[in-house]
């Protein structure tokens, strides 16, 4: 399926990647749940350290209240 977009593939690019499959050539598996994973970018989860550093600031802006 050569040069269908990303997370589609079959004849004439007509079919969109299954979980846990995404990306190009739906190649790429999707390591978090169906319900979060996009099948054309993958997993929609917010990184660890993105949710550590948002409780730390919300924590500090909350107590310094």
Known sequence: SAGCPLGYNG?????NCIYPNYGEDCLHMCDCTEKQCDFVFGCKTISKASKYIYFFIFKTNFTAI
Do not use: H, K, R, T
């Not at 004849?11 to 079919?15: D, I, N």
């Open 11 to 15: 004849p004439e690019c007509a079919y």
